[in-house]
């Protein structure tokens, strides 16, 4: 027998070498790939049972160190959540209630822009607010955030990261469900470059990412800790994707009408063809509105606001029942209060609401490059207790304003309770000015500085308000006996919008609208001077500068409460304002609709109102 091992041997020993090396190569591929499968699944089933870990602990409103963030959690869970539409519904059991009719308001001019995002007017978004709705929304009674669109909120304890798990049964008017996605999108649209949203983007540029966990999960990450995140968070009102993606940029900027949203009205016409500038806007119910489902259905058929610029037009479509609404002016209160044919179509509502805003004069401290009198600290409150303040609010506008110490409305916790305004104390006020330098050197009746310049303030103003022009008269003869010269100039409005742009202004008197809780940066932070800023009387203090950037960052409602006291008490110190007044709002309504009450924030809206049967009218 021949043992030898041969070339043939070889080969065949050499191939099958091949194929078991094959074989192993094969399994450890196999391996490796089972392996890969392993860790997506592993991924995946993670990534899932992270979202349920999120989603339970919202349900439980506590959330574990870590899990989209960091922090312990603070919010509201499931549980605490009650029906949203427990008051509306509620409102449904008043004597006399009823489903149907129109609702006719009165706005003042025309309305330019009805798409969200882009600047318009306050008419834009009064309309707004009945066809769009946010996460969260202030209970009009108590001021607390409550869950609406969203059930649970969390944030997390270093202030960065806000989640909210949404409601599953909310639709748009076209009854397609509203997600996270619109969520996302909403933000992504605000932040668009191409979007023209400049004062929104400003405010949502504090936020990181606003990332979707599933269809009903999103979270709000913030770059720092911002006092009102939770407000810009949860009070951005949604927009549906499916509708708006379909229009580029330049259509979004320019088409006027593109209002499409979840609440419980809707546009009359198709929102593509509305038209700016109609003598009337018209909402009506959305018969698709996802309350329905919880028992809550919009009373009133339709909303409606005509244009009427002139007063005494308004105020005879009142009497004549052609509008079911009618605001008076404090200085008109004395006469239109006692009116009779006003009493007999409407009953008189008064209120002051919380956060409603102020009226003052602003000292524009610093022109064409040099610093003005006003860069004195003694001029500027000189010039406040120059100003009998108590008597122009009982005199000129009879006694429905109140006189303020700063931006802070006084029934709100911003508010620092320890300040008094400054007194009306003329001689004070002149002993402030002698020791600024500005004394009567020529025995005329008139002071000067040391170069002879005599003391003129130029006040402007808007013009075509009356209220606005005799307070100015009232100023010049009060500043008059302490040899001060007011010049009265009243503005016409955009003239007057470009002056504050330029700075270009001597002294003017003009109202911020107010917030339960206000930021005062964008107002009085010495950065907001150029850029167009709103600080365009030139007021620089760098602790102020300090202090609302610090109370801006802290989440600790009290210890920011603190600040805004210290923040406060700046503003009385330095008057860059003088501060005036905040004011009480008198309305009428028309009698025939039912449950109108005042609240915190005013009277209540109209999705709480109803207009009994036999009483319901259509507009012409």
Same mark, same amino acid.
């Given at each position: 027998?021949?043992?030898?091992?041969?070339?043939?041997?070889?080969?065949?020993?050499?191939?099958?070498?091949?194929?078991?090396?094959?074989?192993?190569?094969?399994?450890?591929?196999?391996?490796?790939?089972?392996?890969?499968?392993?860790?997506?699944?592993?991924?995946?089933?993670?990534?899932?049972?992270?979202?349920?870990?999120?989603?339970? !602990?919202?349900?439980?409103?506590?959330?574990?160190?870590?899990?989209?963030?960091?922090?312990?959690?603070?919010?509201?869970?499931?549980?605490?959540?009650?029906? @949203?539409?427990?008051?509306?519904?509620?409102?449904?059991?008043?004597?006399?209630?009823?489903?149907?009719?129109?609702?006719?308001?009165? %706005?003042?001019?025309?309305?330019? *822009?009805?798409?969200?995002?882009?600047?318009?007017?306050?008419?834009?978004?009064?309309?707004?607010?009945?066809?769009?709705? @946010?996460?969260?929304?202030?209970?009009?009674?108590?001021?607390?955030?409550?869950?609406?669109?969203?059930?649970?909120?969390?944030?997390?304890?270093?202030?960065?990261?806000?989640?909210?798990?949404?409601?599953?049964?909310?639709?748009?008017?076209?009854?397609?469900?509203?997600?996270?996605?619109?969520?996302?999108?909403?933000?992504? !649209?605000?932040?668009?470059?191409?979007?023209?949203?400049?004062?929104?983007?400003?405010?949502?540029?504090?936020?990181?990412?606003?990332?979707?966990?599933?269809?009903?999960?999103?979270? %709000?990450?913030?770059?720092?800790?911002? %006092?009102?995140?939770?407000?810009?968070?949860?009070?951005?009102?949604?927009?549906? *994707?499916?509708?708006?993606?379909? %229009?580029?940029?330049?259509?979004?900027?320019?088409?006027?009408?593109?209002?499409?949203?979840?609440?419980?009205?809707?546009?009359?016409?198709?929102?593509?063809?509305?038209?700016?500038?109609?003598?009337?806007?018209?909402?009506?119910?959305?018969?698709?509105?996802? $309350?329905?489902?919880?028992?809550?259905?919009?009373?009133?058929?339709?909303?409606?606001?005509?244009?009427?610029?002139?007063?005494?037009?308004?105020?005879?479509?009142?009497?004549?029942?052609?509008?079911?609404?009618?605001?008076?002016?404090?200085?008109?209160?004395?006469?239109?209060?006692?009116?009779?044919?006003?009493?007999?179509?409407?009953?008189?509502?008064?209120?002051?609401?919380?956060?409603?805003?102020?009226?003052?004069?602003?000292?524009?401290?610093?022109?064409?490059?040099?610093?003005?009198?006003?860069?004195?600290?003694?001029?500027?409150?000189?010039?406040?207790?120059?100003?009998?303040?108590?008597?122009?609010?009982?005199?000129?506008?009879?006694?429905?304003?109140?006189?303020?110490?700063?931006?802070?409305?006084?029934?709100?916790?911003?508010?620092?309770?320890?300040?008094?305004?400054?007194?009306?104390?003329?001689?004070?006020?002149?002993?402030?000015?002698?020791?600024? $330098?500005?004394?009567?050197?020529?025995?005329?009746?008139?002071?000067?500085?040391?170069?002879?310049?005599?003391?003129?303030?130029?006040?402007?103003?808007?013009?075509?308000?009356?209220?606005?022009?005799?307070?100015?008269?009232?100023?010049?003869?009060?500043?008059?006996?302490?040899?001060?010269?007011?010049?009265?100039?009243?503005?016409?409005?955009?003239?007057?919008?470009?002056?504050? *742009?330029?700075?270009?202004?001597?002294?003017?008197?003009?109202?911020w609208g107010g917030a339960i809780e206000s930021d005062p940066y964008q107002i009085f932070h010495s950065s907001q001077i150029e850029g167009g800023g709103h600080n365009s009387i030139h007021?620089?203090?760098?602790?102020?500068?300090?202090?609302?950037?610090?109370?801006?960052?802290?989440?600790?409602?009290?210890?920011?409460?603190?600040?805004?006291?210290?923040?406060?008490?700046?503003?009385?110190?330095?008057? @860059?304002?003088?501060?005036?007044?905040?004011?009480?709002?008198?309305?009428?309504?028309?009698?025939?609709?039912?449950?109108?009450?005042?609240?915190?924030? $005013?009277?209540?809206p109209l999705t709480e109102q109803f207009i009994p049967l036999g009483l319901q009218y259509h507009a012409n």
């Open positions: 027998m021949n043992n030898r091992f041969g070339l043939r041997d070889l080969v065949l020993v050499v191939l099958l070498v091949a194929v078991l090396v094959s074989v192993w190569l094969g399994t450890i591929e196999g391996d490796r790939r089972w392996e890969k499968l392993e860790g997506v699944e592993s991924a995946l089933a993670e990534q899932g049972h992270a979202i349920n870990r999120v989603r339970q !602990q919202l349900r439980e409103g506590v959330l574990a160190v870590g899990t989209v963030g960091g922090g312990v959690a603070s919010g509201v869970s499931a549980e605490q959540v009650s029906n @949203p539409f427990e008051k509306l519904i509620a409102a449904q059991s008043s004597e006399g209630f009823a489903e149907g009719g129109w609702y006719i308001d009165r %706005f003042r001019s025309a309305v330019g *822009k009805l798409t969200p995002l882009v600047p318009a007017d306050i008419y834009q978004r009064t309309i707004e607010s009945y066809v769009l709705e @946010p996460l969260i929304k202030r209970d009009p009674d108590t001021l607390e955030w409550e869950p609406f669109i969203a059930k649970s909120w969390w944030i997390s304890d270093d202030g960065l990261s806000y989640v909210f798990e949404l409601r599953r049964d909310v639709t748009f008017a076209d009854e397609v469900p509203l997600t996270s996605a619109d969520v996302v999108f909403t933000y992504e !649209q605000i932040m668009n470059p191409q979007i023209n949203a400049p004062a929104l983007k400003s405010y949502y540029s504090r936020i990181e990412s606003v990332q979707a966990f599933g269809p009903h999960l999103v979270m %709000f990450r913030f770059k720092e800790p911002y %006092f009102l995140a939770l407000s810009f968070a949860g009070g951005m009102t949604i927009m549906p *994707k499916h509708y708006y993606e379909r %229009f580029t940029p330049e259509q979004f900027n320019t088409m006027p009408g593109l209002l499409f949203g979840s609440g419980p009205y809707r546009l009359k016409d198709d929102p593509e063809d509305w038209e700016a500038g109609a003598q009337s806007v018209e909402l009506v119910r959305n018969e698709n509105y996802w $309350g329905q489902a919880l028992g809550y259905r919009p009373p009133v058929d339709r909303l409606v606001w005509r244009i009427t610029s002139e007063e005494t037009a308004a105020l005879q479509q009142f009497k004549n029942r052609e509008i079911d609404r009618y605001g008076i002016q404090p200085d008109q209160y004395p006469v239109l209060s006692e009116d009779e044919g006003l009493h007999a179509e409407g009953e008189l509502h008064s209120y002051r609401a919380a956060g409603g805003g102020y009226r003052y004069i602003g000292w524009n401290q610093r022109r064409n490059g040099e610093p003005t009198k006003y860069a004195d600290v003694r001029v500027r409150r000189a010039l406040t207790m120059l100003t009998d303040r108590q008597r122009l609010a009982d005199e000129l506008l009879a006694g429905q304003a109140f006189v303020t110490s700063g931006p802070f409305d006084a029934s709100t916790n911003q508010s620092n309770p320890e300040i008094e305004p400054w007194p009306y104390d003329p001689e004070t006020a002149r002993a402030l000015l002698a020791e600024a $330098g500005w004394e009567d050197r020529d025995g005329d009746g008139s002071i000067e500085n040391a170069s002879g310049e005599p003391f003129v303030v130029n006040l402007i103003f808007p013009s075509g308000n009356d209220g606005y022009l005799r307070m100015a008269l009232a100023l010049k003869d009060s500043y008059a006996r302490a040899g001060i010269l007011v010049q009265a100039n009243p503005t016409e409005w955009n003239t007057m919008l470009q002056k504050l *742009k330029e700075r270009d202004f001597d002294a003017i008197s003009l109202g007021y620089v203090n760098s602790e102020l500068d300090a202090l609302i950037e610090e109370a801006r960052v802290t989440v600790d409602e009290e210890a920011r409460t603190a600040l805004w006291h210290r923040v406060h008490q700046h503003l009385h110190d330095d008057q @860059p304002y003088t501060f005036l007044f905040n004011f009480r709002s008198n309305v009428f309504i028309n009698k025939r609709v039912g449950n109108v009450r005042v609240t915190k924030t $005013g009277l209540s």
